[in-house]
């Protein structure tokens, strides 16, 4: 990971400053002479820049992102806890970490947090960004503000505006985190039970009734209490305490529900047209927290737009795990 401090300030759309902004990265491959070989992924809400451990298969020599070829990079986004400037972070005006006083943070924002790396890199065009899910509207925000820089957009299992239903699961995990006494408070575990009862909400939400009916189904049928799914809903929340910072969690959150890609744009037909990349909109037909509808919206909005529809198990989750088909679609659509 390569970390860089910006003494800039960002004006925040919601009104607030960020000054002195520290970015942290990982990059694969080289950037050639032209500084134009560059495949930018961008992560989801808790992931971090090393895009090679949470997609894994996706980077390396002769994988889609072909780091024999391409210059791969993944920038930490602004409001997380993986070295970009969040809530943990220290704010220059108290001295103290932000914790729960971090400003609201729209994707348009991070955006800009990626503009300053791309500039400090010399990166004159992008050969293609993609994302699944938080990081597909980063990559839809960025190529309707700078048109030109990109030659292929590619955004996976996301929206080009935030629905009620996924406001609404946003809002029950913030729920779950302000039960917790401790959350926003200082101190060496504050806000971790709230997190893990918001993760568990939010898996919900990233897979399905089937895939949980098949993968979490008891081979005891005389059983009154100790099921797998229980089990399962609170691993998965204790997996995520030991990696993630709960302040953080409530800020991204707040981040999806201001997705509005029209924002100042006089709509999203607006926006979605100003965009020159070619593109292709990947669904996942069992997603439940980002519809096909949605992509197919996307798709239809952008000149030339192309739409394919990834059949999955896995719901929304399938951005993730479905990487041989998604490899597919991508090679077939690039050639």
């Known amino acids: 990971m390569k970390k860089v401090y910006f003494d800039e300030t960002i004006e925040l759309e919601g009104g607030g400053i960020i000054s002195g902004i520290d970015i942290s990265y990982h990059s694969y491959g080289t950037l050639n002479e032209e500084k134009t070989n560059v495949i930018w992924a961008c992560h989801a809400l808790t992931a971090n820049s090393d895009v090679e451990a949470w997609w894994p298969g996706m980077v390396g020599p002769g994988s889609l992102f072909d780091t024999d070829k391409y210059f791969v990079i993944c920038a930490n986004i602004l409001g997380s806890c993986y070295g ?4 943990a972070s220290i704010n ?3 001295g103290e970490s932000y914790n729960h006083s971090f400003p609201l943070v729209s994707v348009r924002d991070m955006v800009k947090a990626h503009q300053l790396l791309r500039q400090h890199l010399g990166i004159k065009k992008i050969y293609m960004i993609t994302g699944g899910s938080l990081g597909g509207q980063q990559a839809l925000e960025w190529a309707v503000m700078e048109p030109d820089l990109f030659h292929h957009l590619v955004p996976i299992a996301t929206n080009a505006v935030a629905s009620p239903w996924g406001i609404a699961f946003n809002e029950s995990q913030r729920m779950a985190l302000e039960a917790d006494s401790s959350f926003g408070k200082s101190g060496e575990g504050a806000g971790m039970a709230g997190m893990r009862a918001a993760r568990s909400i939010a898996l919900l939400s990233y897979r399905n009734g089937q895939t949980y009916n098949k993968t979490q189904e008891d081979e005891d049928t005389n059983l009154l209490e100790g099921f797998r799914a229980c089990s399962y809903q609170r691993y998965q929340g204790e997996k995520l305490e030991k990696r993630f910072n709960p302040n953080s969690y409530f800020t991204l959150s707040k981040t999806l529900d201001s997705q509005n890609l029209g924002r100042q ?7 979605l047209g100003q965009i020159t990349a070619r593109t292709i909109v990947v669904g996942i037909t069992s ?10 919206t996307i798709a239809e909005g952008v000149s030339g737009g192309e739409f394919v529809e990834i059949d999955s198990f896995y719901g929304h ?12 679609v991508v090679r077939t659509f690039l050639k």
Not at 84 to 87: A, I, N, Y
Not at 287 to 296: G, S, Y
Request: charge should be negative; glycine fraction near 12%; hydrophobic fraction near 30%.
């Open 265 to 271: 744009r006089g709509g999203v037909d607006k926006a």
């Open 84 to 87: 970009t400037t969040g809530p």
């Open 317 to 328: 989750d399938g951005f993730l795990l479905e990487v041989e088909k998604i490899t597919e």
């Open 92 to 94: 220059p005006d108290s």
């Open 287 to 296: 997603d439940l927290l980002f519809p096909i509808h949605e992509q197919k």
